[in-house]
């Protein structure tokens, strides 16, 4: 059974990582999917086009929730509500932020949010559409719902008999292996079958599995060999995730991807051997990425849609080139994403538990004790007697 770790110092190398995966998130929105959704974006480049940064925040958050739930008494509804109470309350602001800059600030051409688009973005539906179709008004948040799910499950299995031992080791196979499983099915069904899939986040189960994994190899708690064959095999079926089934060709993926999860997944295990060690970055390295790892929720929260907005108005009215404006989407990502964290991520969090534990908190009651009897006055006579 796990044990919880000794509480230490924050790890220097965890926090670079994080920064890195996610200055790859707003370099592959700005260099490639925007030029590649709005085509009046003036052609870039540099290019960065590998869908890397976002897989491996999802490894980092499982393998720091299992750091978390290593200790089964911390699986408890209060540990679900935290993780709730940190998500939904900048994912609403910042849905609410980018429909308004779409409608009041972007110029002409770019997607507007009818009230209907907004209120399914909200509920979070967009995978949720073998039927009708609902666009992304931050096209980043296609994460949240599966971290929403893992979230919600994590501390349930904590607590069971598939929580530890072999039904865990159980369990992250299956997560990987199930929807390999399905995946040719997945090609071809479409429809109803699609949105299931695609809302259940079947294709990204493995990188869950890879963080778990990685947590647990790096604190010994699953053999070696074991785990660097489950790791293996997880990035393996990034490759296949990550990829679609040509007739001509057959598997068609991005070996970049690939290997920059690979190499992600390799860094997290050597993060955390450096911090077992003792050894750390300078100390102004150290300082720069805790501060920016702290801030790295917001970013990823404001960094997408108003970037773009910023991007095409420097474009527009500055006749601004592509470094330009990149640089910009960088800068504005994380100014903004302070300010998220400091506004409305890390207050609404703190309002939500103290409404949760004072929810929970058993009520007082004030005892009201008796006067005592009198004395029967023999036993008055015998005590002043004695």
């Given amino acids: 059974m796990l044990t919880a770790p000794p509480r230490g110092r924050r790890n220097a190398w965890t926090d670079l990582l994080r920064v890195a995966s996610l200055l790859m998130v707003v370099l592959y929105h700005a260099t490639w999917i925007g030029p590649l959704v709005y085509p009046q974006f003036a052609a870039r480049q540099f290019v960065f086009g590998h869908q890397i940064g976002a897989s491996l925040l999802l490894v980092l958050s499982a393998s720091l929730a299992a750091a978390s739930l290593a200790d089964p008494a911390r699986a408890t509804v209060r540990w679900w509500f935290s993780r709730i109470a940190r998500l939904l309350p900048g994912f609403v602001v910042g849905t609410l932020a980018a429909t308004l800059a779409l409608d009041w600030l972007a110029p002409a051409g770019m997607y507007r949010a009818g009230i209907g688009d907004l209120l399914a973005n909200l509920a979070m539906l967009w995978n949720w559409n073998g039927y009708h179709h609902w666009d992304y008004v931050d096209g980043s948040y296609w994460t949240l719902p599966l971290q929403l799910a893992a979230f919600t499950l994590a501390p349930w299995v904590r607590r069971t008999r598939l929580g530890h031992g072999r039904g865990l080791r159980v369990l992250l196979w299956a997560a990987v292996l199930v929807p390999l499983a399905q995946w040719p099915l997945a090609q071809s069904a479409g ?6 899939v695609d809302g259940c986040g079947l294709y990204r189960w493995h990188l869950f599995a890879a963080g778990v994994a990685a947590y647990l190899v790096s604190t010994g ?4 060999g074991h785990g660097l064959a489950l790791l293996a095999c997880c990035v393996a079926a990034h490759a296949v995730q990550n990829g679609w089934w040509s007739s001509t060709a057959g598997l068609v993926t991005d070996p970049w991807s690939v290997l920059g999860v690979g190499l992600g997944i390799v860094g ?3 993060a955390a051997r450096l911090g077992d060690r003792g050894v750390e970055p300078p100390r102004i390295v150290a300082r720069v990425a805790r501060r920016l790892a702290g801030i790295s929720f917001g970013v990823y929260l404001v960094h997408q849609t108003l970037g773009y907005v910023l991007m095409l108005r420097l474009q527009e009215w500055f006749g601004a080139g592509p470094g330009v404006q990149t ?3 960088v800068v504005q990502a994380v100014l903004l994403g302070a300010a998220m964290t400091r506004w409305v991520e890390r207050p609404a969090h703190r309002a939500l538990m103290r409404a949760f534990d004072t929810r929970r908190r058993p009520r007082r009651t004030t005892l009201s004790v008796p006067e ?3 004395a029967p006055r023999e036993l ?3 005590s002043a007697a004695g």
């Fill in 191 to 196: 429809g109803l079958y699609d949105s299931v």
């Fill in 372 to 374: 005592p009897a009198p």
């Fill in 327 to 329: 640089v910009a989407m």
């Fill in 268 to 270: 997290l295990l050597l």
């Fill in 380 to 382: 008055v006579g015998a």
């Fill in 221 to 224: 708690r699953l053999r070696r």
